[in-house]
């Protein structure tokens, strides 16, 4: 079967989520990896909504955090407030973000556009992101990958990575161990130098070259293994996510 650089994104990020962990989502691509990871390899992982779903069986693509579909066979309906404390307590495993901008140490902006005081773009800022990248363990950012968006430096840190560098996170009070994980782009999957924490290149995405993706970053990648190839979506992955997870094509699109 064929496939878009959506599903390949899509399925990429649902490997990375391990059976019997957590994951803090939203709506969109993050959910619908996760609702593909739960499907396949991970069925007892625990999804996690910012508006108090807890361990919800999604039955259909929710709409939004709150949507009622969030609470289907949940093991709880709470608050944000007590999801938010769960992530501060060290209890969730993995979270999904993006961003506007994103910068070589997985710092990301999705406030402004621009001068603060004066931005070209005002932005939705940060709604849990701060919060959700601060305290939970890894966090897998989504994005499409230009040079705009990949940028040297942020026009505003809205929500942190590995902020300047080894040991910036925990000089800033955020607990050890904490930080990006991965990036996911409908390019390739990046991860982070271990000594420098800087974005590097782990595997690039069926027909796509290295010489694609550093045209396509704003920044020097780091050095790093030869990049593996990002395993294509298998049929199966691919029937799931068109006939189960989202069957309306809010997330996939029209066509393909």
Same mark, same amino acid.
């Given at each position: 079967?064929? $496939?878009?650089?959506?599903?390949?994104?899509?399925?990429?990020? /649902?490997?990375?989520?391990?059976?019997?962990? =957590?994951? /803090?989502?939203?709506?969109?691509?993050?959910?619908?990896? /996760?609702?593909?990871?739960?499907?396949?390899?991970?069925?007892?992982?625990?999804?996690?909504?910012?508006?108090?779903?807890?361990?919800?069986?999604?039955?259909?693509?929710?709409?939004?955090?709150?949507? =009622?579909?969030?609470?289907?066979?949940?093991?709880?309906?709470?608050?944000?407030?007590?999801?938010?404390? $769960? *992530?501060?307590?060290?209890?969730?495993? #993995?979270? $999904?973000?993006?961003?506007?901008?994103?910068?070589? #140490?997985?710092?990301?902006?999705?406030? !402004?556009? &621009?001068?603060?005081?004066?931005?070209?773009?005002?932005?939705?800022?940060?709604?849990?992101?701060?919060?959700? @990248?601060?305290?939970?363990?890894?966090?897998?950012?989504?994005?499409?990958?230009?040079?705009?968006?990949?940028?040297?430096?942020?026009?505003?840190?809205?929500?942190?990575? #590995?902020?300047?560098?080894? &040991?910036? +996170?925990?000089?800033?009070?955020?607990?050890?161990?904490?930080?990006?994980? +991965?990036?996911?782009?409908?390019? *390739?999957?990046?991860?982070? *130098?271990?000594?420098?924490?800087?974005?590097?290149?782990? =595997?690039?995405?069926?027909?796509?070259?290295?010489?694609?993706?550093?045209?396509?970053? &704003?920044?020097?990648? @780091?050095?790093?293994?030869?990049?593996?190839?990002?395993?294509?979506?298998?049929?199966?992955?691919?029937?799931?996510?068109?006939?189960?997870?989202?069957?309306?094509?809010? !997330?996939?699109?029209? /066509?393909?």
């Amino acid at each position: 079967m064929s $496939f878009t650089a959506t599903e390949v994104m899509i399925c990429s990020a /649902a490997r990375e989520l391990e059976d019997g962990k =957590s994951v /803090a989502v939203g709506t969109g691509l993050p959910c619908a990896a /996760a609702m593909l990871a739960q499907r396949t390899h991970a069925p007892n992982l625990v999804i996690l909504f910012e508006a108090g779903g807890v361990a919800p069986q999604l039955p259909t693509m929710p709409v939004s955090v709150g949507d =009622s579909t969030t609470f289907h066979r949940a093991l709880m309906a709470t608050s944000m407030a007590d999801v938010m404390q $769960f *992530c501060q307590r060290g209890m969730v495993d #993995y979270t $999904f973000l993006s961003g506007a901008q994103i910068d070589p #140490y997985g710092n990301l902006n999705s406030t !402004v556009i &621009g001068p603060h005081a004066k931005p070209k773009v005002r932005l939705p800022g940060s709604g849990g992101a701060n919060d959700l @990248a601060s305290f939970c363990w890894r966090t897998l950012i989504v994005m499409k990958h230009d040079a705009k968006k990949f940028s040297e430096k942020l026009d505003f840190l809205t929500t942190p990575g #590995y902020l300047t560098g080894p &040991g910036a +996170r925990e000089a800033a009070g955020l607990p050890p161990g904490t930080g990006p994980h +991965r990036v996911i782009t409908d390019l *390739c999957v990046l991860d982070f *130098c271990p000594t420098t924490k800087r974005m590097r290149v782990k =595997s690039l995405h069926p027909g796509r070259t290295l010489e694609e993706v550093k045209a396509a970053t &704003g920044f020097a990648l @780091a050095d790093g293994p030869p990049p593996e190839q990002t395993p294509a979506p298998t049929d199966e992955q691919l029937r799931i996510l068109r006939t189960d997870v989202d069957p309306g094509r809010y !997330v996939l699109g029209k /066509a393909g």
